[in-house]
């Protein structure tokens, strides 16, 4: 399992207080009463791995907003507003009272929309890790959460929300627009919404539980097993505990890392001690009588009270020249990307030329282990050629290759991240192919790389057999290492070359195209890669965040136009969804367009 993302320990911590009745901020005051074991499970069987951040059981309103001009986050007004379903003549009611008291709050609804709207369960959580989001993001679409996604930041959240919502305009300026006939009628659609919703609130809960216990479980297991080495302590009595804390604090002797704990018996508390402590007789002197040195044995070094940034900061700082340590800290980075035991730092961190000296290697030993990796690389962007080859670089140990053994959703990729490119940021494209049913499929993966997409295909949809087709020879050879490792290579035929030309024609129940921004060149070689039939396209691209609709529908009429000139008369070609998948640039969205091609 990976490690858990910089201080989320202490996020889930001030989290666990502010869901806690004594203490809960949220305007109304409590959590919606459909999902509050929901919650509360998550948050106890899950407390190692993830913690809730907001909620909704889902709602019927009554919202009144300011007809023109620009509207003021704050300033609508809930006229009706349940978390259960609702009759339809106190939504009439409602209404009545609404236009006969001259708008929301006794305000003027002569400028003024009056909207009824359903809006569905929606659940934000934060997560350890990307492993763990792809986990419950698997778990929620299978409940009927399609629309759910992960984000990927300095933290790393899902959203776990679907598409049942209603949105009607029932008054504008004073003047009701529909019949109290027909606002029935919308509410009996508000109740099959709501029974809906509430089916697969129930659906979710009852799958994740035992993922939530496992993962749990699994977290525990990974902190157990990642003791480090003895710490040192300074052991007070209880009275005057809180004395000595502030003196070791003052002096920068206290490690901040590791908790301090009762000593056996609880008449004393041991205080971890930093390595700039000696355990000298002047030093315990300087702290007061009745002190004594102990060791605390093996103890994790990583904290809720310290960030993993801090704690960089720290173990690095002991290993710098003074003159130089404040413009040398300045320059550690503060997020970094993991791939198996590597971490890659970026571009614009560590740049100084201190860093190349041969004296900085004590302070990168320093780096590797604040940050528990056995190898330290530098982000670059992607090569802008033909087969996206990875421009990044090790950094130490010196001499070290960049092969790395990463684990995600179950699925080893091995590659060497010096020369293969491997995007992180594509967990929930892999995460929505590994819930594909696949049994008895042929597929064919354009533009493979390193199997990002092909092992999901194998590994988790079970396809039956899989045409890999991969021009990059250093990606290629990944490619088989990553078949072998995962069980799966007795399955797939790679085929190195040009997908454009070397792809099977005929044999394909669905293609995937997983190149971006543009895969336009082989949507014709797809095209003949699928059976007599016809079957799925899954194609990758990047849009304007505004033209995603545009460009499906652009893609569909080519693509159509690409099969009926491929021989397949009549053929129509349909988009069943649309998946976004994550933000590529400011305004730019990368998306896969599913295409549903049939032949007469």
Known sequence: MEAATEGFAARAARSARSVSEEDDRSRKGDVDRPIRDLVADINALGRETVFTTSSCSGRVSLVAEQTKGKRVKGEAKWILMSHDPVAGHEVAEAVDSYLQGGGGGGGDCSRETLTLRFEPFILAVECASVEVAAEILKVGREAGFRESGIQIGKRITLSIRCSIRLELPVCRDGVLLVTREYLGVC????DEK???NFARIERFHRLLKPKLSKLGCGRRQQRDEAGGAPVMAVSAPRRRAKAVKDALKARGWL???VRPQPAPG?????FPVTSSFRSSEANLQALGEGLEVVSLGGAPKSSPTRSQHEELRRRVGEMLPVDLAKDLLEDLPRRWERLGDAVLIPKQAMVREYWSRPEAIEAWAAVAEALRCGKVGRQREVRDNAVRESAAEVLWPSGADGWVDHRENGIIYSFDFTKCMFSSGNVTEKARIASFDCSGEVVVDMFAGIGYFTLPYLVKANAEHLYACEWNPEAVRALHR??????CEDRCTVLEGDCTKNAPVGVANRVNLGLIPDSSMAWEAAVRSLGPAGGWLHVH????SE??????ESMRERVEELAVQSGRCGAIVDVRHIERVKS???RVLHIVVDLWVRTP
């Not at 609880?266 to 041991?270: A, F, N, P, S, T």
């Not at 990553?482 to 069980?487: A, K, P």
């Not at 033209?547 to 499906?552: G, I, P, R, S």
């Open 255 to 257: 490690d901040q890392g």
């Open 266 to 270: 609880g008449d004393r508390i041991l």
């Open 541 to 544: 691209t990047n849009c304007g």
């Open 194 to 196: 709501f029974s809906e």
């Open 547 to 552: 033209e995603v609709d545009e460009t499906a």
């Open 482 to 487: 990553n078949l072998g490792v995962n069980g």
């Open 584 to 586: 590529y640039a400011p």
């Open 187 to 190: 509410c009996e659609l508000c």
